[in-house]
């Protein structure tokens, strides 16, 4: 070799180690995350960043044989050009471990790749729908359910959920309110706040631990008339005071991303909305993670009307601050050409990469891509017992005992004949409710089951009737069965017999949900007719409800002695209700939302605004009313009873005028006058008696879940601030105004003791 040679190869040598180091210089994890993302960002093509923007379904085994042809094909090759930011629906260790090291080992960059999943209420172990565990009332059981749900997905290779669900919704008729936390903003605020606490734990470094995302922004839950991606059309005041309040509390909570959704909002879809994701998340929340579009949601900017072509809801989407693009194929196909035609800037391509490598780093993927590919630990956390009694736990605190007549609960243990009717009572799949993607069918503890363990009793059991004919959780709706009746006389001929009939009705799993709008919520199918029956011929019945929204049971109400809201549960569904009728454990949920007297009230809410005639006091027909029902619902927000009592005394405030600066201390005692140990949710509500904004009639600002042994009295204080009091007006202020505030404190939002502040 001569020397001439030696210099040269030295040289390319050299060149070759500095371009080495200059690749991996964001490795080093001394520096700074921003640090380490701008060195990273310095190496990407245009190409690369828009890639980082891309999110893909991953519907082949990617532990199998790579896929030939079509749109898997190109998935497949983009995936390996580096075109890839995402894969959703990628489940396990290996089909994770398997796509990962194609992100990490062939491509020219190697960043790893960020794996989401919709976790909604657990992984394989199954809590209670999100609803129903908002009617627990418990923040710190939502919190550990999040937390299991968190810990499975993790260890199944993912690192980030499509969770949690806080659209505000009053409006039964619209099946996503199963995913929420209901009607009332504050519950629903703090609910999240747990959700997100449980989802990403102390730290997102953490192996347990995955990313959550505060969904859908805005409106969603308000589409019209509750149908699913309807329009959503309100003023300013309601978009500030009753949807984004969640929404705000989740970024303040630290949520990591954001979904937009579906629906239009004043008439611009949400994924094109400027004012929501640029002025409101990113501009006045100062919201630094990541916002990621719904399924295909920037394509459906062309059906909405509001985008001409592919290239236009590219341009508008990203304009608006939409940054991750899921499964609509349109950034990665259309961003490049817009940046280089100069229809867009190429900031804006920089600033949605950064935000996601930034939520990559935060979850140290960078520093390790295979974190969340243990095998053994998908082995010994997903179904494990510790996971099983946190679901139980959280399904008996979700349950709500509507009516109790004569106290016929809790049962005795002994000496019965019990005669179980139902469908939904022998079923195991139902009560998974929906949902439940990454859940084996079959696997919930049915109410047949879990009532069998208390085998002192003689139980027996008919369905009655089937509810569902063939089920599915996508395609095709669940056939809803309502002429068959030949199970009728069987069921009346056991019920007949029985010292206590329990009856279970209610929705399939699959009747709630997306794209599971009703148009009437009673008792689908011939269950009506059925509990009719039972009763003519023996009015002793337990009604056990499964159902993912409120339902309009008027019948019931007035009829049947005793009715036991148990929602749809998860897979401990059978052990929780049969462990709340035995008096096991003392029933302590309250409800979420309003249940109406008939479809024709919905939407139906606490909340709600007084008209100018609110009350009949000329005695006449002029005035806000139905002339063929009571206008209250038939079960109010925060209702929910026990089998013991509480009595509620001495409603304290410390003066009668207060300054904006001062706390507002309010003290109640709370007594257990009943039979039984229970726990009992105390409820705070203000109203603003004279404002320059109508306000609602009552709004929630505080609860304390208390505990109490039978014949103890705790005081329970709560202390209010300005920021409790205030409002927003038309112009998106936040405005705290003087005035009169009547307070309400009790067990429900229209049982309590009423005092009044003036706050100068």
């Known amino acids: 070799m001569n020397h001439k040679t030696i210099i040269f190869t030295a040289l390319m040598l050299s060149l070759l180690s500095l371009a080495h180091a200059q690749t991996e210089a964001h490795l080093n994890t001394a520096l700074s995350i921003e640090e380490r993302i701008t060195l990273l960002m310095e190496e990407m093509t245009l190409e690369e960043k828009i890639g980082q923007m891309n999110q893909y379904n991953g519907t082949w085994d990617f532990t199998g044989p790579r896929p030939e042809g079509g749109t898997e094909q190109e998935k497949f090759q983009h995936l390996k050009d580096g075109l890839v930011g995402s894969m959703l629906n990628v489940t396990g260790v290996k089909n994770v471990r398997a796509v990962q090291k194609i992100a990490v080992e062939e491509t020219r960059l190697g960043i790893p790749l960020i794996f989401g999943y919709d976790v909604i209420h657990g992984h394989k172990t199954l809590s209670p729908i999100p609803l129903a565990e908002a009617a627990s009332w418990d923040l710190e059981a939502i919190q550990k359910s999040a937390s299991v749900a968190s810990a499975e997905a993790a260890a199944s290779g993912l690192n980030w959920t499509f969770a949690p669900n806080v659209d505000v919704s009053n409006d039964a008729r619209w099946g996503r309110v199963m995913e929420g936390a209901g009607e009332d903003p504050y519950l629903g605020s703090q609910i999240a706040i747990a959700r997100i606490k449980g989802f990403q734990g102390e730290s997102l470094a953490a192996n347990n631990t995955i990313a959550a995302c505060a969904k859908h922004f805005a409106g969603y839950g308000f589409a019209e008339a509750g149908l699913e991606y309807n329009m959503a059309d309100m003023s300013i005041s309601k978009l500030y005071n009753s949807v984004l309040p969640t929404f705000k509390a989740s970024v303040d909570a630290g949520v990591r991303t954001v979904m937009n959704s579906f629906n239009t909002l004043n008439g611009v879809p949400a994924t094109g909305n400027v004012f929501l994701q640029r002025d409101i998340l990113k501009g006045d929340w100062k919201f630094n993670g990541f916002v990621i579009s719904d399924w295909a949601s920037i394509r459906e900017m062309i059906a909405h009307g509001y985008a001409e072509d592919e290239s236009d809801a590219a341009r508008k989407a990203i304009v608006a601050g939409s940054d991750m693009d899921m499964e609509s194929h349109i950034y990665v196909a259309e961003l490049v050409k817009l940046v280089k035609e100069g229809k867009i800037k190429e900031g804006l391509v920089d600033d949605a990469t950064r935000r996601?490598?930034?939520?990559?780093?935060?979850?140290?993927?960078?520093?390790?891509?295979?974190?969340?590919?243990?095998?053994?630990?998908e082995n010994s956390v997903i179904g494990s017992e510790e996971n099983h009694e946190a679901v139980l736990d959280m399904a008996k605190k979700s349950i709500v005992l509507l009516k109790n007549e004569n106290e016929l609960l809790p049962l005795k243990k002994s000496g019965l004949k019990i005669a179980l009717i139902g469908d939904l009572a022998d079923d195991k799949n139902s009560p998974l409710g929906s949902w439940r993607l990454a859940s084996d069918d079959?696997?919930?503890?049915?109410?047949?089951?879990?009532?069998?363990?208390?085998?002192?009793?003689?139980?027996?059991?008919?369905?009655?009737?089937?509810?569902?004919?063939?089920?599915?959780?996508?395609?095709?709706e669940t056939k809803i069965n309502s002429t068959d009746f030949s199970g009728f006389e069987a069921a009346k001929k056991l019920a007949k017999n029985a010292d206590i009939v329990i009856i279970v009705l209610g929705e399939h799993g699959f009747q709630s949900g997306e794209g599971r709008s009703r148009t009437e919520l009673g008792l689908p199918g011939n269950q009506q007719q059925l509990l009719e029956e039972i009763y003519k011929v023996n009015s002793k019945i337990v009604l056990v409800l499964n159902n993912g929204r409120p339902l309009a049971i008027p019948w019931a109400a007035e009829n049947i002695p005793a009715i036991v809201e148990a929602w749809q549960l998860g897979t401990q569904t059978g052990n929780a209700v049969a462990q709340v009728l035995y008096?096991?454990?003392?029933?302590?949920?309250?409800?979420?939302?309003?249940?109406?007297?008939?479809?024709?009230?919905?939407?139906?809410?606490?909340?709600?605004?007084?008209?100018?005639?609110?009350?009949?006091?000329?005695?006449?027909?002029?005035?806000?009313?139905?002339?063929?029902?009571?206008?209250?619902?038939?079960?109010?927000?925060?209702?929910?009873?026990?089998?013991?009592?509480?009595?509620?005394?001495?409603?304290?405030?410390?003066?009668?005028?207060?300054?904006?600066?001062?706390?507002?201390?309010?003290?109640?005692?709370?007594?257990?006058?009943?039979?039984?140990?229970?726990?009992?949710?105390?409820?705070?509500y203000i109203n603003d008696e004279v404002a320059s904004l109508v306000r609602p009639v009552k709004e929630l600002k505080r609860f304390e879940l208390v505990d109490l042994k039978k014949g103890e009295a705790k005081t329970v204080e709560f202390t209010l601030t300005e920021e409790d009091l205030g409002f927003y007006d038309n112009q998106g202020q936040f405005i705290v105004e003087p005035g009169v505030f009547n307070i309400m404190i009790g067990e429900s939002s229209v049982k309590g003791l009423s005092a009044a502040f003036e706050l100068k």
């Open 356 to 377: 996601i490598l930034r939520v990559k780093f935060e979850l140290g993927l960078f520093d390790d891509p295979y974190k969340y590919c243990s095998e053994e630990r």
């Open 442 to 476: 079959g696997t919930a503890v049915s109410v047949l089951e879990g009532l069998e363990k208390y085998a002192e009793n003689q139980l027996v059991f008919e369905k009655g009737t089937d509810l569902a004919i063939g089920e599915t959780a996508f395609v095709y």
């Open 583 to 684: 008096g096991d454990y003392n029933p302590s949920g309250k409800l979420p939302m309003s249940f109406p007297r008939n479809v024709g009230q919905s939407p139906i809410y606490y909340n709600n605004y007084s008209t100018g005639r609110p009350i009949n006091k000329d005695n006449n027909v002029f005035w806000s009313h139905y002339i063929d029902a009571e206008k209250i619902p038939l079960y109010p927000f925060g209702y929910g009873l026990s089998y013991t009592s509480f009595a509620y005394s001495n409603l304290k405030l410390k003066k009668e005028t207060y300054n904006r600066a001062e706390e507002i201390v309010i003290s109640v005692e709370v007594k257990n006058t009943g039979n039984y140990d229970g726990k009992e949710v105390v409820q705070l």
